[in-house]
C-alpha cells in the first residue's frame, strides 16, 4: 500500500466536515485536544482502492483571521503540519459566504479541493452549480457530495488523490483595489529579500497579513527581523490611516470586502442558476419569523422548556415506579429469605436500597436528555442563544455564553465540566472568565438527583412546574453574579455577536 495521503478537512460550521469525517472513518478515529488548547482534535483513517488516507477534521471556521482560538488553531494546522490536501467543504445552498474562506485557502497557497456538500439540498431549493465551470473560475477541483449518505465521497478522494500527486499551488486572482495593492507590491519584494518567515508561509501572504494588522503574524516578524518588521509596520499604518481618511475603513474591512466582490464575481458568470426566486423564504426562515420574535420568541422558548420538564417527569414515571416496585420486591424477597444480622441489613440497607434509589432516577435523566438531544439536533437550541443574547449583554456577558450556561444546566441535567469546556470560543478573556466563574451556579445532572428528590417530596403533584421554577432561578442566580463580577473585578466593554443559525432538520 502506497503511503497515506495526509487530508485536513476544513470549512465553516454547519457545513458537513464532521458529517463527512465520521462517514469515512467510522469508528477509526481518535479523539484528543490540539496542543495548548482544549480545542478538540479528530484524526482517523480511511482505505480506497489500496491508498490510505489519513484524515484530520479541523475546527470549523469562518475564516483564517487569528480572531479565535478555533480559526488560529485551523490555520497553524494548515501552516505547520502542511497536509498534502486541504478539502474545503462547502454548503452548496450558501456559496457566498461558504467561498470566502475559500479564498484565503487560495491566498494561502494550500493544495485544495472544495466539496459542495449538500447539493441534494441546493437542488431542493431549485439551485443548480455547474461544478466544472466554478473549478475553471476558482482554478481548482470542485466536486459534489452529499456526505450524509456519500454520494460523490469515491470520487472526491480520487480527485485529492490526484491533487496529492501533483504537488501543484493554486494562484490566487483576487485584487484588493489600487491603494491595498501597491502596497503589496511594495512590501512583498522586501519579505522575500530578507526571507521572513519564507520557510512557513508565501511572502504575499505574510505581508497580506501585516496589512491586515494580525498581530499573531506581526509578532512573528518582529520576532524575527525588528528592523525590517518595524518598516513593514510603518507602511501599514500610512495605508491605514489613508484609507480611513479617504474611505473611513480599515484595511482588514476593505480587504475583506474585496473578497466578498471575488466571489460574488465568479457567482454571476453564470454557473449558478436559479429555479426558485432568489428571495423566497424557505421553511426554516418562516418558522423563525415566529420562533425569533421579540415577543412571541421568549413565551415559546418557556413553553418548549416546561414541555421538556412535563414530558420528562410524565413520562418517565412508569418506568420510575416500575423500577421502585422491582426493588421493593426485590428487599421483600430477601428479608424472607435470609435470617437477621448484619450481612442481611448491609443487603437490604446498603446494596438493595442504595442501588435502588440511584437508579430509580436513570429514567428521568435518561428521557430529559433525549429531550435536550432532540432540541439541539433540530437546530432550536441556537435560537435559544440568539435571543439571549440581549439579555446576556445586560448582565456583561457574550451571546456566546449561553452554550455553556446550556450545557452546564440549564436546561436540567447537563454538566458544568463541559460547559467550562465550551466557554473556551469566547474571545474576551474578561467574558470567558466571568463565564467559567457562573456556570457552575446552572443545575446540572448531578444537582438533578437531589432537586427531583426535593420536589417530588414537598411538591409531587407539580413537578414539572417546580422544575421549572428551580431552573429560572438557577438562571437569575448565575446571571446576578456575572454581572456583579463584570462590575468590580472584571469590567470592560461587551463584545459583539455573531452566529449562524443552522436549518431546522
Known amino acids: 500500500m502506497a503511503d497515506a495521503v495526509h487530508i485536513a478537512l476544513a470549512g465553516n460550521p454547519n457545513a458537513g466536515k464532521t458529517t463527512l469525517f465520521n462517514y469515512l472513518t467510522g469508528a477509526r478515529q481518535h479523539v484528543g485536544n490540539y496542543p495548548g488548547v482544549t480545542v478538540e482534535k479528530k484524526e482517523g483513517f480511511y482505505l480506497h482502492e489500496g491508498q490510505g488516507f489519513r484524515i484530520v477534521d479541523l475546527p470549523g ?76 473560475l476558482t482554478g481548482v477541483p470542485v466536486m459534489p457530495i452529499v456526505a450524509r449518505t456519500g454520494k460523490g465521497v469515491e470520487e472526491l478522494l480520487g480527485t485529492v488523490q490526484a491533487v496529492s500527486r501533483a504537488d501543484a499551488r493554486p494562484q490566487t486572482l483576487i485584487r484588493y483595489g489600487v491603494d491595498i495593492d501597491e502596497a503589496l ?66 484595511p482588514e474591512t476593505v480587504i475583506a470586502d474585496h473578497r466578498y466582490g471575488f466571489v460574488r464575481s465568479i457567482l454571476r458568470q453564470g454557473e449558478v442558476t436559479r429555479v ?34 412535563s414530558f420528562t417527569f410524565n413520562w418517565s414515571g412508569f418506568l420510575v415506579d416500575g423500577l421502585g416496585m422491582f426493588f421493593d420486591l426485590l428487599g421483600g424477597l430477601t428479608e424472607t429469605m435470609l435470617p437477621d444480622g448484619p450481612v442481611k441489613s448491609m443487603i437490604i440497607s446498603g446494596v438493595i436500597d ?68 465550551a466557554a473556551r470560543t469566547l474571545r474576551s478573556p474578561k467574558e470567558r472568565m466571568a463565564t467559567l466563574l457562573t456556570v457552575p451556579f446552572m ?47 472584571l469590567r470592560g466593554e461587551s463584545t459583539p455577536f455573531v452566529m449562524e443559525l443552522p436549518p431546522y432538520r
Open 354 to 421: 442504595g442501588v435502588g434509589g440511584v437508579l430509580g432516577f436513570v429514567p428521568i435523566i435518561m428521557f430529559m436528555f433525549f429531550g435536550i438531544a432532540v432540541l439541539e439536533d433540530s437546530g432550536y437550541l441556537a435560537r435559544v442563544a440568539f435571543m439571549m443574547d440581549r439579555i446576556f449583554h445586560f448582565f456583561g456577558l457574550h451571546g456566546s455564553s449561553v452554550m455553556p450556561f446550556i450545557i452546564s444546566g440549564g436546561i436540567a441535567g447537563g454538566c458544568a465540566v463541559p460547559g467550562v469546556l
Open 61 to 136: 471556521t469562518y475564516s483564517l483571521t487569528a480572531y479565535s482560538v478555533e480559526e488560529l488553531v485551523a490555520r497553524d494546522y494548515l501552516v505547520n503540519e502542511q497536509p498534502d490536501v486541504v478539502v474545503n467543504i462547502v454548503d452548496a445552498s450558501n456559496l457566498e459566504r461558504n467561498l470566502y474562506l475559500s479564498c484565503q485557502f487560495l491566498e494561502l497557497g494550500v493544495p485544495l479541493v472544495i466539496a459542495l456538500n449538500m447539493i441534494d439540498v441546493a437542488e431542493k431549493r431549485g439551485i443548480r452549480i455547474d461544478t466544472e465551470k466554478l473549478s475553471r
Open 276 to 309: 426558485t426566486e432568489q428571495d423566497r423564504l424557505y421553511a426554516s426562515d418562516q418558522i423563525d419569523k415566529i420562533v425569533t420574535n421579540r415577543v412571541a420568541g421568549p413565551l415559546l422558548m418557556a413553553a418548549v422548556l416546561l414541555g421538556l420538564y
Open 185 to 250: 507590491r511594495e512590501l512583498v519584494p522586501i519579505i522575500e529579500e530578507y526571507k521572513l518567515l519564507a520557510e512557513t508561509y508565501p511572502a504575499s501572504w505574510t505581508a497580506l497579513k501585516i496589512l491586515e494588522n494580525d498581530e499573531q503574524i506581526v509578532a512573528k516578524v518582529m520576532l524575527e527581523n525588528m528592523v525590517v518588521g518595524q518598516r513593514l509596520i510603518d507602511r501599514s499604518a500610512v495605508l491605514a490611516r489613508h484609507l480611513q481618511d479617504t474611505l473611513e475603513a480599515y
Open 443 to 489: 443545575n446540572c445532572g448531578a444537582k438533578l438527583p437531589v432537586l427531583t428528590l426535593i420536589i417530588a417530596a414537598f411538591f409531587p403533584n407539580h413537578q414539572a412546574g417546580y422544575m421549572f421554577l428551580a431552573t429560572l432561578v438557577a438562571w437569575l442566580v448565575a446571571l446576578m453574579a456575572a454581572k456583579f463580577l463584570r462590575m468590580t473585578l
